[in-house]
Each structure stands twice: as C-alpha cells, then as structure tokens.
C-alpha cells in the first residue's frame, strides 16, 4: 500500500450514480449525481458549520477569536497563548485530514495529492477574507462554480488560470477579500511582546 | 578587496574541473544565485516576499530564446530585452500589488506565477507548450552557444558577478537606504 501508485476506493452504495428524473419543465432530461461528491458535500458543509458555531459561540472559541484579533491583549487578559496555537493548530489539521478522507474516492490517493490542493486552499482564504469562515464556505463553492465553468467554456487545461485571475481582481478591487474586515490588508499586525 | 579575491578564485578555479557533471553543476549554481540574487533585493531589502519570481524568469527565457529562433536577434541583446520585458511586467504587477500587506503581496505574487506558468504551459504556439522550444543552432559566439561547457560556466560567472556587483552599487547608494527602510 504504501507506494506511488495512485489509489482509490469503490465501495457498493458510492457506484450508482443518483438519478434525479427528468424535469421537462426546467429542460432538464436525466440528472445524474455522484453519491460520494453529495456526502463529501454534506458533510464538509456540516464541519464548515459546526467549526463556525464552535468559533462563535463556545468559551474555547472565543478564545481563539480573541488571540488572533491581538495577541498581547489576550496575553495581557490571561489567555495561555501557547495552548490556544497548541489547540488550534491540531484543529484545523483534523478539518484538512477529514476532507481528505471525504476526496478519496472523488480524487486519487497517492504521495503528492496534497500539494494540487495547497494553491487552492490559499486562494479560497483569501478570497473570502482572512478571518472568516462564512467567508471561506462561500468562497470555495464560488470558486469550485468559476473552475467548472470556466473549465467548460475554455477548456481544462486553462481552468486553474481563470480563478487566479479573479484571485488577483478581487486583491486588486477588494484586498481584504469578500467577507474581511475591510482594512485589514493594509494596517500592520499588533505583535507581542516577548 | 576580499571580494576580488574571492572572484579571481571562482574564476581560475573551474579550468581544473575535468568532470562534466560537476561543471554542469556549478553553471546551475551560478546561474540560480543571481535569481536568488535578484529575489533578494525586493524580499530581503524591502521584506516584500514576493513568490512569484519564476515568471519574470521565464518571460526573460521565453522572450530571447523566441528573439533568436524567429528574429535572429544574437542573445547578448536578446538577454537584455528580455530582462526590459520582465521588467516592465514586474512594474505592472508591482503598481497594481504594493500596496497590499505582506502575506496578501505573497499571495498576489504567488498567483501571477502560477497564471504565467498555466498560460507558458497552454499556449503552444508561443512556447511550445510542456515540452519547450528545441534550440536548432550551431555553436558560435553570435548564438552564446559553445559545444564544450566550460563557456557556459563563464557566461554564468559573468551573471553572478555582475549580480554581486549591482548588489555593491545599490547598498551603499541612496537607493539602498530607501530599501533597507521598508523592512
């Protein structure tokens, strides 16, 4: 198992393509839908919702919130910064390796699968603000919308091109990206005092 | 004093490297110390980490090798319109990021790099897609091409040293003060 070859599951309820029936109304004939992109879907949106809720409402969430707005005031608050970057780091670690799990069986496994996926991620936070998660939700579906689209009309080679382009207009137009606090790109960070 | 010295040294000392591997191995080095050189001036002077460099190397590369395939222009010329090239995209991409903060700059820069490198790979008829350009020309001093490799070794030598000594000049120029203050 462990090699280079490229690897990928199929499991029994993942093959059969979901079909939703034809809908002459809306000129759609046959719909057909992978059953593992729609829990992929479910449930990334799900832990997109739960980490924001936790974020916004839990004790530990407002924590977090608070060390990354300034950190020598939540230093000066009595916050353990080295626990907080010791929680949090691990936190967004088992978000990145539970998406990965769910793109198994849409891409394949195999050692360098990680790195397609680093330029988008750096995009997608970007572009819906560095602070935000409602800000990334929407930004990624926008930007999966802009790659499919665009990778139909220009074609798949040139897919990638187009979302960096609207990458850099947004920076140009909006730099503290869709959802940021507007600003922010351009004050210094308040740092700590150590 | 200490860097002439070093330069003699570095001059004299591949005539005794008999080995093509290791020669080809120093032309390399030469060569990706003066991009890391030309890196340095706006990411360690002006602390502006800018990931993108690769595409100014590239339109310099692209722009005198397509000189010399199409126009017969000789390199020694070519090199220098290509490098006005990727300066003047370098001045469009700067005006349009400067003013972003220093991980947004990174991004911004990190983005053109991989736009130049989709639109070198895509479009085939300018660079000849994923497999580049194939060099059909003879050896001579109008082409910068020589059969054994030790020329090379000197024309990247020449780049270095011509970095290192720009490098001289603008520290301890006005320029240099201007730069060393951004950080």
């Known amino acids: ?194 | 004093m200490l860097l002439v010295l070093a330069a003699v040294a570095l001059a004299v000392a591949p005539l005794f490297i008999k080995n093509d591997f290791y020669l080809d191995g120093f032309i390399l080095v030469f060569v990706w110390a003066a991009f890391a050189g030309s890196w340095n001036i706006i990411s360690g002077y002006c602390g502006m980490v800018s990931l993108g460099h690769n595409a100014f190397f590239g339109i310099g590369a692209y722009t005198s090798t397509l000189l010399l395939l199409r126009y017969g222009l000789t390199p020694w010329l070519g090199m220098l319109v290509g490098g006005g090239l990727a300066a003047l995209v370098g001045l469009v991409l700067g005006i349009v990021c400067f003013r972003l903060r220093s991980h947004y700059f990174a991004l911004a820069t990190l983005a053109f790099g991989q736009v130049s490198f989709i639109v070198a790979i895509n479009w085939r008829s300018l660079t000849g897609g994923a497999e580049g350009i194939a060099l059909p020309i003879e050896p001579g001093l109008y082409n910068m091409a020589s059969s054994s490799k030790l020329a090379y070794l000197y024309i990247g030598l020449a780049l270095f040293l011509c970095v290192m000594l720009i490098f001289h000049v603008i520290e301890r120029s006005r320029l240099g003060y201007y730069l060393t203050a951004f950080k």
């Open chain 1, 1 to 194: 198992m462990w090699s280079a070859d490229f690897r990928t599951i199929s499991l029994n309820y993942l093959r059969n393509p979901i079909v939703l029936g034809p809908y002459p109304s809306l000129g759609i004939q046959e719909l057909n839908v992978n059953p593992a992109r729609v829990i992929a879907f479910i449930l990334g949106l799900s832990l997109s919702i739960a980490s924001y809720l936790f974020l916004k409402y839990s004790y530990t969430g407002k924590i977090i919130r608070a060390t990354s707005q300034d950190r020598s005031a939540a230093l000066l608050m009595g916050i353990n910064i080295d626990k907080v970057y010791k929680l949090t780091f691990p936190i967004g670690i088992l978000l990145v390796g539970v998406a990965g799990c769910l793109m198994i069986p849409i891409y394949t496994v195999h050692p360098f699968v990680g790195f397609e996926f680093v330029l988008v991620m750096f995009v997608v936070v970007v572009f819906g603000g560095m602070g935000s998660i409602v800000g990334a939700m929407i930004a990624g579906i926008l930007i999966g919308i802009i790659e499919v689209f665009s990778s139909f009309l220009i074609g798949p080679g040139s897919k990638q091109a187009i979302y960096f382009l609207v990458f850099i207009a947004v920076l140009v137009i909006r730099p503290a990206g869709l959802f940021g606090v507007k600003g922010e790109e351009e004050l210094e960070r308040i740092e700590a005092i150590d």
